[in-house]
């Protein structure tokens, strides 16, 4: 079955840089774009931005542009973010999600089909 | 960039009864809508998409409707697992975007 096993909390001090993990297994990982999302406490979940496993192919959601990066190692099935210049702000669950497709017309959408558990990241002043 | 309305944030109901959740976006996104699903403690589940279909594996208790601008989550005969936060969220293409409302809490 379909698994993404995240990496553990971090705690971190305002201004440093924090980067989770999150290995895929139980299918083929170069078929499926991953998508990181936040989620602040008692907030609603927030698209961060998704990457391609095989080509590294990026798309960011413009809040996080210039903060984020993102990278996969094929080899291991494994897909990294790094969220820079953490503030207090940034405090939240940070979740990866594997992108499926569909297409109910002759336009293709994704939606998020399975989810890692999740990775605490605490920043303090 | 469009915004998306729940109501109500919190709904208190008992097992059985049936509930309607609504989502209501800021301007039009035709039936790009989905529906996750989100257990205390727990990563968020896929329930709906495309507004009305069903994802693998859930039960036809729930159900969605809506295009446009305005849409519901309907579960029928609540079952003590379904208590929990249920989110919408907008999905779009060129260039990519999701975006997610502030859920609305079923709680016993």
């Known amino acids: 079955q379909v698994q993404l096993v995240q990496s553990g909390p971090e705690v971190k001090k305002s201004g440093a840089s924090v980067k989770l993990s999150c290995k895929a297994s139980?299918?083929?990982?170069?078929?499926?774009?991953i998508h990181w999302v936040r989620q602040a406490p008692g907030q609603g979940p927030e698209w961060m931005g998704m990457i391609k496993p095989n080509n590294q192919r990026t798309s960011l959601a413009q809040s996080f542009q210039g903060r984020v990066t993102m990278a996969t190692d094929t080899s291991t099935s494994a897909v990294y973010m790094e969220l820079s210049g953490l503030a207090p702000e940034d405090t939240a669950m940070y979740y990866c999600?594997?992108?499926?497709?569909?297409?109910?017309?002759?336009?293709?959408?994704?939606?998020?089909?399975?989810w890692g558990q999740g990775a605490l990241v605490s920043v303090s002043s | 960039e469009i915004v998306l309305a729940q109501s109500p944030a919190t709904l208190s109901v008992s097992p059985g009864e049936r509930v309607t959740l609504s989502c209501r976006a800021s301007?039009?996104?035709?039936?790009?809508l989905a529906w996750y699903q989100q257990r205390p403690g727990q990563s968020p589940r896929i329930i709906i998409y495309?507004?009305?279909t069903r994802a693998t594996g859930i039960p036809d208790r729930f159900s969605g409707s809506g295009s446009g601008t305005d849409f519901t989550l309907t579960i029928a005969g609540l079952q003590s697992e379904d208590f929990a936060v249920y989110y919408c969220q907008h999905y779009k293409n060129l260039p990519p975007m999701y975006t997610f409302g502030q859920g609305t809490k079923l709680e016993i």
């Open positions: 301007q039009t996104v035709n039936t790009n």
């Open positions: 999600a594997r992108g499926a497709t569909f297409c109910p017309s002759a336009d293709c959408y994704t939606i998020f089909d399975s």
């Open positions: 139980g299918y083929n990982f170069n078929n499926h774009y």
């Open positions: 495309d507004a009305s």
